[in-house]
Structures are given as structure tokens and as C-alpha cells.
Nanobody
Framework: QVQLVESGGGLVQPGGSLRLSCAAS????????MSWYRQAPGKEREWVAT????????NYGESVKDRFTISRENAKNTVYLQMNSLKPEDTAVYYC?????????WGQGTQVTVSS
């Protein structure tokens, strides 16, 4: 069955860095665009970044541009989110999503807390 498992979340101080991972299984990973979303308490889910199946194109939300980097290793069926210069407003549950045509899958999320 399809699985997306996020990991790498935790507590980090402002200005620090974290790398999230999302391990995929149960579908042809290289054909799917992969995205990261986040949801803070009391707020709507927010798109963070997307990378194409071949990794050739990546796009970012305005709030994370120049601080976050999305990447993927198709040989490992894994997508990453490198987060630098973290701010308290980056605190949220981070989710990965796989999408190809009408097929869409979500992970269960990993908590990121930015606090001193």
C-alpha cells in the first residue's frame, strides 16, 4: 500500500536548521511531483515547496523562499526539505504530498517547533 513517512522534525532555536525527510513506498516515486505543506495551530494548511518528478524544477512559497530547499533522491524514494534560518513562525506540522495526474497521497506529518 502507499506510504509517505515524514521524519526529522523537532525543537530548534531561531536561526537554526533542520532537514526533513519523507520516505515513499507503494507507488512509482519518480513519476510523482512531491510537495511539502505545513499547518500551524489555528491556521489553514500552507503550501511550502514542490519539486518535479525528475528533480529538475523546484518552486517555493514566498514565506520560505531563499531559506528552504526541496530536493529528492529517486533511487531512495525520498524527498527532503532543508530548512535554514528558521523563525518562530515556521512552527507547524509539516506534511509531504505526492501527486501525479489525479492521484494524490499525504503523509502523517512531523512537528517542527522553533523556539528559544
Amino acid at each position: 500500500q502507499v506510504q509517505l513517512v515524514e521524519s526529522g522534525g523537532g525543537l530548534v532555536q531561531p536561526g537554526g536548521s533542520l532537514r526533513l525527510s519523507c520516505a515513499a513506498s507503494g507507488f512509482t516515486f519518480r513519476t510523482y511531483a512531491m510537495s511539502w505543506y505545513r499547518q500551524a495551530p489555528g491556521k489553514e494548511r500552507e503550501w511550502v515547496a514542490t519539486i518535479t518528478g525528475d528533480g529538475g524544477v523546484a518552486n517555493y512559497g514566498e514565506s520560505v523562499k531563499d531559506r528552504f530547499t526541496i530536493s529528492r533522491e529517486n533511487a531512495k524514494n525520498t524527498v527532503y526539505l532543508q530548512m535554514n534560518s528558521l523563525k518562530p513562525e515556521d512552527t507547524a506540522v509539516y506534511y509531504c504530498k505526492a501527486r501525479f495526474l489525479l492521484s494524490e497521497y499525504w503523509g502523517q506529518g512531523t512537528q517542527v517547533t522553533v523556539s528559544s
